[in-house]
């Protein structure tokens, strides 16, 4: 079978041994990716952004094109104008912003939203796209609730004071934002993972503790994940892929690991099943090239070479 090669618009490639383990899975078949800048330190200036993007291309497989689309780490200090450099200068395509304390290697996330205030109005003016994890991180929010009540306390605000901003509601697990983004103007979007689409929280407890199911935002009830089917398959360009593939590290004597190894082997299986024929949003120009599938076997890693990642 011959298809355009997608784009994935969510992608964690790491750094160090890890990424020369795991980039060429994503550009063996996508032609660009929006990179996430989570690293440790974090991706937050031009400079960080342009040496990431060349360790990227570096361990690309011979004779493979792939683009890597870079982002900007957003914190309560970064200086607006370095985010519009970046971005004028073509070195960063988004900005992520992550709440503090909300994911993997968010300690120097945002804090108070209304502190980026005046970074957002320069990216709202310019036609910068905002990336965000959706998720309070008040430790009093049932952790299934935090999607839903970053939606009431802090999205439905910032949308409203920057309603020209282009707003990305990365990852979403529930139906209230599905309802959200399906309200909301031409600006905001909203990405779907094939593993939100693919399971409901009951696979994390099928048998006992099964910690590969395990992911920030967290899998949800089976409504949601319905809800997020009929969005997936709705035609609608408020919502595509986002495959979001967090390589992680498993601790020894604790096995604690994310979401099966990449999501290598069901990642077109999933958006096949799930009828995504659409996935693309305002970022994205249409598919370029064209990739042809074949069946080959694949069997995961016995063993790891990395061990001291934290999970998405």
């Not at 690293?39 to 040496?51: D, E």
């Not at 971005?87 to 992550?98: D, M, N, R, S």
Request: charged content about 20%; hydrophobic content about 40%.
């Amino acid at each position: 079978m011959t298809l355009r090669r997608p784009d994935d618009w969510h992608v964690h490639l790491r750094d160090g041994p890890m990424l020369a383990s795991v980039v060429n899975y994503t550009a063996r078949q996508f032609a660009r990716a929006i990179v996430m800048p989570n690293l440790s330190p974090p991706i937050t200036t031009i400079a960080a952004a342009k040496a990431y993007r060349d360790r990227i291309l570096a361990a690309l497989e011979p004779g493979r094109v792939f683009q890597p689309l870079m982002t900007c780490y957003l914190t309560d200090t970064i200086e607006a104008s370095e985010v519009e450099h970046g971005f004028v200068e073509g070195v960063f395509t988004a900005c992520k912003l992550y709440p503090a304390h909300a994911t993997t290697n968010s300690d120097h996330g945002v804090t108070d939203v209304r502190k980026i205030y005046p970074v957002l109005e320069v990216m709202q003016n310019i036609g910068m796209p905002l990336l965000l994890h959706g998720e309070v991180t008040d430790r009093h929010v049932d952790i299934f609730d935090r999607e839903a009540v970053f939606i009431e306390r802090i999205l439905g605000k910032l949308i409203r004071d920057f309603p020209g901003l282009k707003v990305v509601f990365e990852h979403i697990t529930t139906v209230d934002a599905v309802a959200f983004v399906e309200a909301g103007g031409p600006n905001l979007a909203a990405t779907i993972t094939p593993h939100h689409l693919a399971i409901n929280r009951n696979a994390m407890f099928e048998g006992g503790i099964r910690p590969h199911f395990y992911c920030l935002p967290v899998a949800k009830r089976e409504t949601h994940r319905l809800a997020l089917r009929r969005a997936a398959t709705s035609g609608s360009a408020k919502f595509f892929l986002a495959r979001t593939p967090p390589p992680c590290g498993r601790r020894q004597g604790v096995g604690v690991r994310v979401r099966g190894n990449l999501q290598r082997p069901s990642r077109w299986k999933a958006m096949r099943r799930c009828s995504m024929k659409r996935m693309r949003s305002g970022l994205s120009k249409p598919f370029r090239q064209k990739m042809v599938l074949a069946s080959t076997a694949w069997h995961p890693m016995r063993a790891w070479s990395f061990w001291s990642d934290l999970p998405v």
